[in-house]
């Protein structure tokens, strides 16, 4: 059995190690002036390197290389591939090369796959083109363009159709709902449990209302619609826009005279405006909610004493710092999922490759937006 | 205005294409007449598509201009008035727009460019769609997606006459259809040629569509980088310079194979 196994595997004298690697493959450039030649002998299994064609020999019209295999006994298939990249550059400079002293079996494959040098050297003129946009003007042009079109909104004269606003509105508010409040309500129950840990050591429980109302309020309700939206809505933007991109539906429209902006970016970003702050609006009762619970069932504070902090501490601008940054998060994320779609390339990879670029971007740009309005908000006090 | 046959609807003088930093083609100059079917010609990476991509106003010439002259005042293609009332395009995928249903589809170049109401939108609809071979009453009211890959073709043609162009682009018509379906699509442009008297640019690969539909064709050489001949295709084929001649007969000699 163990013989009959090992048999086949092992055919005499192909093995790698052993006295195999007395006949080495073997190659010889020869010749001067115009005319060469390529000696190749011996067994190329396992070799397939091909000494450089020696600087003599000059890259132009007129040289001739014709080849002696005679002495050659065997050749793996790797064989032809490295006598194509050391011919190849040969070829495509203008050397004749007669094939008829390769082994027949090479010589249709080496035929096949060399170039020809009449046809190879009439190259498509290259062109200077323009340097391609860098993505921030790209990403400015956008904003200019969008901004154009919400101008002829204003004045009555634009193609959006109300109908394709409300459907936006739709998807993106009710639809994002119930994800906004799990999230948001597990992040106020996070903070009010961490605040009233370290509060409860100085006695100071009656103040976690403050802590949650100002933390949930002004910033964790806001940022927690906007990574949810941008998950949820943003890629869909880029997903949508950048398949009609590939299915040449926005050229369609182009050719018609319809704004792509107009038509396919305003609805979504109004839609957006609408459903941002009406979501953190939510995100901020759970996140509330939640905290009460926590501070009134856990750490007994009064119910009616965390009501009356709670109403005391939101009497300030918290409440429309939060709603303010819900809104820039929002319109961020629809200016991200927008902008990749619409700048998609023509595939389904390109779509792809949009979506995950529009998150990305979304989420980043929601952070610089964040710490800007805290800078902004502490200047000024609010 | 399609009466007259010689009238020449669209210019495009010195066109130089470009593709990713490649000139494609250069030195383009022809003229699209009233009442023709011009069908732009050439192996893969000529530059068909972008050509047509340019005489539609979607990509902007580096070199040359693409002019819109019917109607006595010649209006530039990439300029502040392109003709888009003039020109109705079909893209080779169809591009109907998936958010809306095959009747908005319809419905919307009418109104962006018409004063008709409703109910006339509607019928303006249903006609061009029995008339580009959907005569089915559910087509007006079914989503693009649920629609085969023919109809969505023959829909995109009725989207692009909603206007009455005097001139349809049509990008590769016939490509991915069986044959069948391709067959009946040749007839229902030779149909929209005669009957309604509309200039047709036609880019295609089929050779049996050419010789069926094309009066002229334009043969885009892909090696030359520009346009090697134009005239009738049976004309070229038979005197046409060599690269055209076997561009024609080769594929002719396929067809002949598969008949017998």
Redesign the interface.
């Known amino acids: 059995m163990a013989q009959t196994l090992a048999a086949p595997s092992m055919p005499p004298g192909d093995a790698g190690n052993s006295g195999r690697r007395e006949a080495v493959g073997n190659a010889r450039w020869e010749g001067e002036g115009q005319q060469w030649r390529l000696v190749l002998s011996g067994d190329w299994a396992g070799e397939a390197e091909l000494p450089k064609p020696p600087p003599e020999l000059r890259v132009e019209e007129g040289t001739q290389l014709s080849f002696d295999s005679s002495a050659l006994s065997h050749w793996p298939p790797a064989f032809a591939a490295a006598l194509w990249q050391a011919l190849a550059p040969l070829a495509r400079g203008g050397v004749a090369l007669d094939l008829a002293g390769l082994p027949r079996a090479l010589q249709p494959l080496l035929a096949l796959s060399l170039p020809q040098p009449e ?1 190879a050297a ?1 190259k ?4 200077d ?1 323009a340097e391609p946009e860098p993505e921030w003007r790209k990403t400015l042009t956008f904003v200019g363009e969008m901004l154009a079109a919400m101008g002829r909104l204003l004045r009555g004269r634009s ?1 959006m159709r109300l109908s ?1 606003w409300l459907w936006q509105i739709e998807q993106t508010g009710p639809r994002s709902l119930p994800i906004v409040l799990l999230v948001s309500t597990l992040v106020g129950l996070i903070v009010a449990y961490m605040g009233a840990e370290q509060l409860q050591r100085f006695g100071a429980q009656s103040f976690i209302a403050n802590l949650v109302t100002i933390g949930v309020v002004r910033e964790i309700a806001a940022l927690v619609v906007g990574i949810v939206l941008a998950g949820r809505v943003g890629a869909a933007f880029a997903a ?1 826009i950048g ?2 991109r590939a ?3 926005i ?8 704004d792509p902006v107009e038509h396919l970016v305003l609805p979504r970003m109004l839609a957006l405006l609408v459903t941002g702050p009406l979501l953190t609006l939510c995100a901020g009762v759970a996140g509330l909610a939640v905290g009460g619970a926590v501070a009134v069932f856990l750490y007994d504070v009064p119910a009616m004493a965390y009501l009356t902090t709670t109403r005391e501490a939101l009497a300030g601008w918290d409440l429309f710092v939060g709603l303010l940054k819900g809104s820039v998060y929002a319109v961020l994320v629809a200016l991200a999922g927008c902008r990749q779609g619409l700048n998609a390339g023509r595939s389904a990879q390109a779509v792809g490759e949009a979506t995950t670029a529009a998150v990305v971007q979304a989420i980043v740009w929601m952070v610089v937006a964040a710490s800007l309005l805290t800078v902004i908000f502490q200047r000024l006090g609010v | 205005m399609a009466d007259d046959k010689n009238e020449v609807l669209m210019r495009v003088e010195d066109l130089s294409l ?1 593709a990713g ?4 083609q ?1 030195g383009l100059n022809f003229e699209v007449r009233a009442g023709e079917v011009l069908a732009i010609v050439g192996a893969s990476g000529c530059g068909k598509s972008t050509l047509l ?1 340019h005489m ?3 990509q902007t010439p ?1 070199k040359g201009r693409v002019t819109w002259v019917a109607g006595g005042q010649e209006r530039d293609v990439h300029g502040d008035d ?1 003709p ?1 009332r003039e ?1 109705g ?1 079909a ?3 169809g ?5 809306m249903t095959v009747g908005e589809n319809l419905t ?2 009418l109104e ?1 460019y018409t004063e008709l109401d409703e109910p006339q939108r509607e019928q303006q609809a249903r006609f061009k769609l029995a008339l580009a071979g959907l005569p089915d009453a559910s087509t007006f009211d079914a989503e693009p997606s649920a629609l085969s890959g023919g109809m969505r073709k023959r829909a995109a043609i009725a ?1 692009a006459l909603m206007l009455d162009p005097p001139l349809l682009c049509l990008d590769e018509p016939s490509a991915g259809l069986d044959p069948l379906t391709s067959a009946r699509l040749d007839d229902l442009i030779k149909r929209l040629k005669c009957d309604l008297g509309t200039a047709i640019v036609l880019v295609t690969h089929e050779l049996d569509s050419l010789f069926a539909v094309a009066d002229r064709v334009l043969f885009l050489d892909v ?1 030359a ?1 520009t346009a090697t001949a134009l005239g009738p295709p049976a004309e070229l084929r038979d005197h046409g310079p060599a690269p055209v001649r076997e561009f024609l007969t080769r594929g002719a000699a396929d067809t002949e194979r598969e008949a017998a």
């Open positions: 046809k009439k498509p003129a290259a062109v083109e193609a394709d949508q398949s009609m299915g040449e539906e050229d369609a429209l182009t050719t018609l005279g319809v | 470009h930093g490649r000139e494609l250069q991509r539609i106003g979607l580096q392109p888009r020109i395009v893209f080779q995928a591009a109907l727009w998936s958010s919307l170049p962006l989207r090696e980088h």
